[in-house]
């Protein structure tokens, strides 16, 4: 009974005397909010009010631009294409041909209709985007019908550099001034219009392409593939859903509630929670071992140092203190689990109760008076008194009894 497993035993039951109301709530409580979790996420989970895209409309749009070489130099051979570049030559491929290419997505589409409208732009613009100028020229203008998804609808035009050029220093020669920075670009309108998911649906796009002339070249901008979505969404009523842990969560916390509830129920009716004085006293001991523990020494004395009147102590701690006071060691008999402590002629001695001691065992107190108890080596020792009123101990083993002898000399 006294094994680290009958002690945790006896500590367990000492909580679940002390606390078990306390647990008892804290169990209810869990009950009470594992069924309330449980009922809200798998029984009723309620509703909530989520925006749901119903149509979706994604229009993609660039500039595509190239050069044809059309004058006879040492380079490019005449009618060589030139593409996609960011700068060409005035002199020998004045002319840029540009497509505006347009296609939208959508999971469904009917009707659809796409409009590409370009514009060329030449404005003259101060540092405030004050416009002191402005002259447009409409360049091309495609409509396509019944367009479905993926498919490119293409809107082309010519661009004559050279001509642009001097048309602008035609104006500026007749303004007679120029006092912002002169701008040429082509402005592309893109308007897609249908029923996208059955939902009617319209999308405007806006792009710009920047042509430089720089002398015997122009510099051409382009922002490169354009995409814009268009989504409608309303607002649709949905039940409510929750994650793995609440969903998984409330059941366990019912179920660890319900288990520990009906394990402190049972534990106070079918067992006596409350420690007896014995039980009590045990753990007394095991928690002054443990605190105690750096002065205790496992030492087995020797057989000589038993034959000394004995005191018992009530406790390990009054053993402790009293070998502290007296500047003594506190030692532990390896084969009775007593402890000792040795001061003057006496022997101090505290023997550890079981924890399954009863209620008859022997009372531990720091006494010299009366009998004493066995010893170790299972001795009596009986105080007699001899004719002069001095007290001598005679010490009985096994099967013989020593007494004074004839003469007064009082030995053992």
Do not use: K
Not at 98 to 111: K, W
Request: hydrophobic residues 35%; contains cysteine; negative net charge.
């Amino acid at each position: 009974m006294s094994s680290a497993h009958d002690e945790r035993r006896l500590r367990l039951r000492a909580v679940l005397n002390a606390q078990s109301t306390a647990i008892l709530v804290v169990c209810l409580l869990l009950v009470a909010v594992g069924a309330g979790l449980a009922y809200t996420t798998h029984v009723d989970p309620g509703t909530e009010t989520e925006s749901r895209t119903v149509s979706s409309l994604t229009v993609e749009s660039e500039y595509r631009h190239s050069a044809t070489v059309t004058e006879p130099n040492a380079v490019f051979e005449t009618g060589t294409v030139l593409d996609e570049r960011n700068t060409y030559f005035a002199r020998v491929a004045p002319e840029l041909d540009v497509t505006v290419a347009t296609s939208y997505a959508a999971p469904t589409a009917e009707s659809v209709t796409v409009e590409v409208g370009s514009t060329l732009v030449m404005r003259n613009v101060g540092e405030e985007g004050t416009v002191y100028w402005r002259e447009t020229e409409p360049l091309a203008s495609e409509t396509s019908s019944s367009v479905s998804p993926g498919e490119t609808v293409n809107a082309s035009f010519a661009l004559n550099s050279t001509a642009i050029d001097e048309r602008v220093a035609s104006i500026e020669d007749e303004l007679g001034a120029s006092p912002g920075e002169t701008e040429t670009f082509v402005r592309t309108e893109v308007t897609v219009d249908g029923s996208i998911g059955g939902v009617p649906t319209a999308s405007t796009q806006t792009l710009d392409m920047t042509l430089d002339h720089g002398g015997d070249t122009y510099s051409v901008s382009e922002p490169g593939v354009q995409s814009d979505t268009t989504e409608r969404t309303e607002q649709v009523t949905v039940e409510r859903e929750y994650g793995v842990l609440r969903s998984f969560g409330g059941p366990l916390l019912l179920l660890v509630g319900l288990v520990g509830a009906g394990g402190v129920g049972y534990a106070r009716w079918e067992y006596e929670l409350a420690l007896t004085p014995a039980e009590r006293e045990y753990l007394s001991y095991r928690d002054d071992r443990s605190e105690f523990a750096e002065w205790i020494t496992t030492v087995r004395l020797p057989a000589s140092v038993h034959e000394r009147p004995t005191a018992e102590a009530g406790s390990l701690r009054d053993l402790v203190d009293f070998a502290i006071d007296n500047d003594t060691g506190v030692v532990e008999d390896p084969d009775t689990g007593a402890f000792h402590a040795v001061s003057g002629e006496f022997l101090y001695t505290y023997r550890p109760p079981a924890p399954a001691a009863d209620s008859t065992a022997t009372d531990s107190s720091l006494s010299m008076d009366g009998d004493s108890p066995d010893d170790e080596h299972g001795a009596a020792a009986d105080v007699i008194e001899d004719g002069d009123g001095r007290e001598t101990a005679s010490r009985s083993t096994g099967g013989g009894e020593a007494t004074p002898d004839e003469g007064g000399d009082n030995r053992a």
